[in-house]
């Protein structure tokens, strides 16, 4: 049975949950910016210079909310360990860092300021580079595995811790983005509570259900070993 190693699952899962992380943030940096390149003159003096721009905000949104949704298809693709995931979350991500560093550079040419895409672009750097010292060629086969695909790479708990993790991010999005996003005593990120609860308590329920799942398999394929033993020595 073709598997990946063990020290290999670890670092895979951790990467991967990490690019989970990035391209949950990069779907919310590329969504939140919408408030901004739909109405910029309606949070202040502060956004009111985006104005003349107005279009290239909006293509920053369809560009990085694109980014964000690859992102997402790619950490699917990696948990089953399908070919061509791992280039697929390296377009995610190198994307990510061309665009959001173009949109930095342009916040703070107009009003001085950038975040909170600084956020968004350093921890999509820090992911790219997890992902570029993993996929070398001294762990070839972490992310491309070679001849036949591993028929256990942990894919289940991978994607339940996954979602878990995600779940708790989405929840806690509203107070970290509090800072940046807080003009006139209102917390734009948090605006849309009821989606943010429905998306996180989701994910966090759809992880723990693939957890108990998990278990119960195990149990159970573990109670038929044990029947199987039985039967056998009362047999002999």
């Known amino acids: 049975m073709n598997t990946y190693p063990k020290q290999w699952r670890f670092m895979r899962g951790i990467a991967i949950v990490m690019l989970a992380v990035t391209a949950l943030f990069t779907l919310a940096s590329g969504l939140g910016t919408s408030c901004v390149a739909i109405n910029p003159t309606g949070f202040g003096p502060s956004m009111a210079p985006l104005a003349r721009y107005q279009w290239l905000y909006g293509l920053f949104v369809v560009i990085t909310t694109l980014l964000g949704v690859i992102g997402g298809v790619a950490v699917v693709q990696l948990i089953r360990g399908r070919r061509g995931a791992y280039r697929l979350a390296l377009i995610a991500l190198g994307g990510g860092v ?85 003009w006139n005593g209102i917390n734009w990120a948090a605006s849309f509570p009821p989606l943010t609860l429905g998306m996180g308590l989701g994910q966090i329920g759809m992880g723990l259900s693939m957890l108990g799942w998990r278990v119960l398999r195990q149990l159970r394929d573990k109670r038929l070993l044990t029947e199987g033993r039985v039967s056998t020595v009362s047999s002999s």
């Open 98 to 182: 061309v665009i959001g560093v173009i949109h930095m550079l342009v916040s703070r040419a107009l009003r001085g300021k950038s975040m909170p895409v600084d956020v968004v672009v350093y921890i999509t750097l820090l992911t790219l580079a997890v992902f570029l010292v993993l996929g070398g060629r001294k762990w070839r086969g972490m992310f491309e595995p070679q001849g036949t695909p591993p028929t256990d790479s942990g894919g289940p708990l991978l994607a339940a811790l996954t979602l878990i993790i995600g779940g708790v991010v989405t929840l806690n999005l509203p107070h970290l983005m509090a800072a940046t996003h807080t």
